[in-house]
């Protein structure tokens, strides 16, 4: 099993484009958020938690947290808390009855990975998840881990 220092060192390699860079901060976050919403308005009926309608999004996130665990202790509190976060956004959302919440997150998707998508023909470099799907899991842990630096965390 690769270490999170291998995972992040070779994802980042075909992310070396300051443009690329920038537009990664901007739409691994919405498209983590958008499959977040996706799956939180997959009610599940037979059970709740913290007063939250149970739903597969909170399903997900527990073995998505157990993930990160395994990779790295300090990246996985991150990442719990930015799902954590997802989760409180959806419900805002959901309850706002601005727009269901899937077309929403469906908005959000389709246009975050347009974005990638244009941020990957700039750096010349395909997207590494068409190396290994498990990099989709790496792209947000990418940009937690320059948090992680910036704040003197070590991960």
Request: glycine share 8%; charged share 10%; aromatic share 20%.
């Amino acid at each position: 099993m690769k270490t999170i220092y291998q995972w992040l060192s070779e994802y980042g390699e075909s992310h070396q484009n300051t443009t690329n860079k920038t537009v990664h901060w901007i739409c691994v976050p919405l498209i983590f958020f958008s499959i977040v919403g996706f799956f939180f308005s997959i009610k599940l009926s037979f059970f709740s938690i913290l007063g939250l309608e149970g739903n597969v999004a909170l399903l997900l996130l527990a073995l998505t947290t157990i993930y990160y665990f395994v990779l790295s202790k300090a990246l996985s509190i991150g990442m719990f808390i930015f799902s954590f976060t997802c989760i409180l956004l959806c419900t805002i959302i959901e309850s706002s009855g601005i727009a269901p919440l899937w077309q929403f997150c469906l908005t959000i998707f389709i246009l975050a990975w347009i974005g990638q998508f244009w941020g990957h023909k700039i750096e010349g470099k395909k997207p590494s998840f068409f190396k290994d799907l498990q990099y989709l899991m790496i792209g947000p842990a990418w940009l937690l881990s320059f948090i992680y630096q910036r704040l003197g965390i070590q991960y």
